[in-house]
């Protein structure tokens, strides 16, 4: 019911009710995260959740804004507010909060005295990119943002696929995204090929961001508006994973000059929730938006019932745990990089 008369003491980054080890919160928080689509915050502050936090996201004049989802003063949520006059407005006492976080205005005082320099948000870092706002928790991030060819070319027209909400941690989507023995036999509907074909070898590359690896398949299905007839298509797939949660697949027709790429980036809202941003778009320039929409939900509605009920819900970063093939290459070098580059998964101390 109450908080301790010593807030000092006991005050911690982490959130209440964190789902996280605090280890790894700490590491996860010093990332670029996706939090909302940048079309989604126009005129009214937005309500969104990273790593347990609650945050609320709103844009100015000066650029976009997120912070903890509560007014400094009673603990309000800002999410609940409005812009006006440039400012994000309390809608419990009516505070004014500039964009990067500073109290400008508290009407309840004469305009003679001064606010309380502490009297601010709990500003998080933000930018946006590629149409998606992106927020870290921490002062300073540990890495970059990912770098997407073709989505990152603004002469092309891009399609932003609505979020979805899947009850799985991030990193159980990331490897689902980036494995490959899965396509004939849970993509039925979408674009997978013959059960019996051996995937092939492939090796997996260190990048400065991430991982990356090329994949030839066929493709059951003829997804390509490029004029080129057939009931399947061989493509060639060329993953690039930026850590800890972001993947660019670039698809190209062996037949044909066309790419398709396809960006995911995933938003661990806690421990075992995700929120998935997907934007894709093709060299074409003009790629049709109700086509790529309608053949994305089927791929995630295919994909998500088979992550959801993966267990452990934790993703083993001890490799002993699970057997695994040799089509698992991406999926143990992914394991081994979180753990080598980041510590994630230390064991917990007793």
């Given at each position: ?41 126009l005129d009214k502050p ?98 970059q943002l990912p770098e ?203």
């Open positions: 019911m109450f908080s301790s008369q010593n807030s000092q003491k006991h005050a911690s980054e982490l959130p209440r009710g964190c789902t996280f080890n605090e280890d790894d919160w700490h590491i996860l928080a010093g990332f670029w995260h996706p939090v909302v689509y940048s079309h989604e915050v937005v309500r969104a959740r990273l790593l347990d936090v609650d945050l609320v996201v709103f844009r100015t004049d000066d650029g976009i804004g997120v912070a903890r989802d509560l007014c400094p003063h009673r603990g309000t949520r800002l999410s609940q507010g409005w812009i006006s006059d440039n400012q994000l407005i309390c809608p419990m006492h009516g505070l004014h909060f500039a964009a990067e976080g500073r109290c400008t205005r508290i009407p309840a005082m004469g305009e003679a005295q001064r606010i309380p320099p502490k009297m601010r948000l709990q500003s998080c870092l933000a930018t946006e990119k590629y149409g998606i706002v992106w927020a870290c928790l921490k002062p300073v991030a540990i890495w997407w060819a073709g989505i990152g070319d603004e002469t092309l027209t891009k399609v932003w696929v609505p979020n979805d909400v899947w009850n799985a941690g991030a990193s159980r989507h990331v490897e689902n995204f980036n494995d490959v023995a899965h396509f004939p036999w849970v993509h039925t509907q979408s674009f997978g090929g013959d059960r019996n074909a051996q995937i092939p070898n492939y090796d997996v590359t260190t990048t400065p961001f991430g991982l990356t690896f090329a994949f030839p398949y066929r493709e059951g299905f003829n997804r390509f508006d490029d004029g080129i007839a057939g009931a399947s298509r061989d493509v060639v797939y060329t993953y690039e994973l930026t850590y800890p949660f972001s993947t660019l697949i670039t698809i190209a027709p062996v037949d044909s000059a066309m790419r398709f790429y396809f960006a995911d980036a995933v938003c661990p809202v806690s421990a075992h929730v995700s929120k998935i941003f997907q934007v894709l778009t093709d060299s074409s320039g003009n790629p049709d938006r109700d086509y790529w929409l309608k053949d994305s939900e089927i791929i995630n509605a295919e994909d998500k019932p088979m992550v959801e009920e993966q267990r452990p819900e934790d993703l083993p970063l001890d490799l002993t745990a699970e057997m695994h093939i040799p089509a698992d290459r991406m999926s143990l070098e992914y394991r081994r990089g979180l753990v080598r580059h980041f510590g994630l998964g230390a064991p917990i101390a007793s």
